[in-house]
């Protein structure tokens, strides 16, 4: 039930530590779906929408945040920060620190940082020493990124040399949450490509079958039925490979051929707007890239800011 990213502190893993290959990323939501009683998923999108809310609609200063965090984690020259506004689209690049195992499992998970850890009589202990120490350390300021999107997608390029592209709130977890809910074996092989059925085959063993596993079980228990559960699906604890890589994300993580000037990013969050929504998702972006640029005060940092939606 969700074990890999509620373990105890003493089996959280190393912070540099890249995060999961396409495997991993597909078995983890695979397991955390299959083993999670649908009130529990729906308990979960309550803590993810309370997070959000929590947050309140600073999205580009939360994004700022983390990208100024990863610059100071990480003191290089000519650090980078690129926010491009597309019609459709917000994309934000920056240099620093690369996105580790730790921070995939905070962005995925809920209230928990490799920042800081948590005193015990409150408030935050900032792991990462130095002069400049991070802003973030709560572990929820990611969450914000659902008031202008359904479907963040989250890029780097990882410690390590390996590349991490995955989308949360992929319409294909509702597909495998319905089939799996069902406990129908057809229609779940019918979502899956070779690579995925192996992994549910290992999953599924004959000692612990679909039929069995918590979530087609609970179905219907504490009032969450199939609609219910679908509606109320929470969205940033079960990240998707994304294929095909979005064209701007792919060139800005030097990924086509065409790094940019300068040389890749080393992350990229990018957000799809809300298709009725695209006019006040830009008005709203725009009315806060001035003040959220205070993030960088102290941090020598190159922002640049390209707005492509004007006349689009
Ligand atoms: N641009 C980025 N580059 C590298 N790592 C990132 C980036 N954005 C997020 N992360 C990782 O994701 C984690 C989760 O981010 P999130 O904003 O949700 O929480 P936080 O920054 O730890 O705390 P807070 O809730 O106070 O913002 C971060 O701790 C960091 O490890
Ligand atoms: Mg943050």
Redesign the pocket.
């Known amino acids: 039930m969700l074990s890999s990213k509620d373990s105890p502190a003493s089996s959280i893993p190393p912070l540099g530590e890249a995060p999961p290959d396409e495997e991993e990323v597909f078995r983890n939501t695979l397991v955390d779906l299959l083993d999670t009683p649908p009130h529990m998923l729906t308990g979960l999108r309550f803590a993810e929408d309370t997070a959000r809310q929590t947050?309140g609609e600073r999205v580009m200063g939360?994004l700022f945040?983390?990208?100024r965090?990863?610059m100071v984690s990480s003191p290089a020259p000519g650090m980078r920060l690129l926010v491009l506004l597309e019609p459709d689209a917000l994309t934000v690049a920056?240099d620093?620190?690369?996105?580790?195992r730790?921070?995939?499992e905070?962005?995925t998970g809920l209230c928990r940082?490799?920042?800081?850890h948590r005193l015990a009589g409150g408030g935050f202990r900032p792991l990462v020493q130095g002069a400049i120490r991070?802003?973030?350390?709560?572990?929820?300021?990611?969450?914000c990124v659902l008031f202008l999107t359904d479907s963040p997608q989250i890029l780097?390029n990882t410690p390590g040399g390996g590349r991490l592209s995955v989308e949360l709130g992929s319409p294909r977890v509702k597909q495998l949450c319905a089939a799996l809910a069902r406990a129908d074996g057809d229609a779940l092989r019918g979502l899956l490509t070779a690579a995925e059925q192996a992994v549910l085959d290992r999953e599924l063993t004959p000692e612990r079958p679909l039929q069995t596993r918590s979530l087609p079980v609970h179905l219907g228990s504490r009032g969450v039925g199939l609609d219910e559960l679908l509606n109320q699906l929470p969205v940033t604890p079960f990240p998707m490979w994304l294929h095909p890589v979005p064209d701007r994300a792919a060139e800005l993580l030097g990924w086509s051929g065409h790094a940019p000037e300068g040389g890749p990013f080393?992350?990229v969050?990018r957000l799809p707007f809300r298709p009725g929504q695209r006019a006040q998702s830009l008005e709203l972006i725009r009315d806060e890239i001035m003040a959220a640029r205070q993030a960088f005060l102290g941090v020598r940092v190159k922002i640049t800011v390209r707005d492509e939606a004007r006349s689009g």
């Open positions: 947050t939360e945040q983390n990208a965090d990863a920056n620093g620190a690369r996105l580790t730790s921070g995939f905070s962005l940082s490799p920042k800081a991070p802003m973030g350390g709560q572990g929820i300021g990611f969450k780097a080393d992350t969050v």
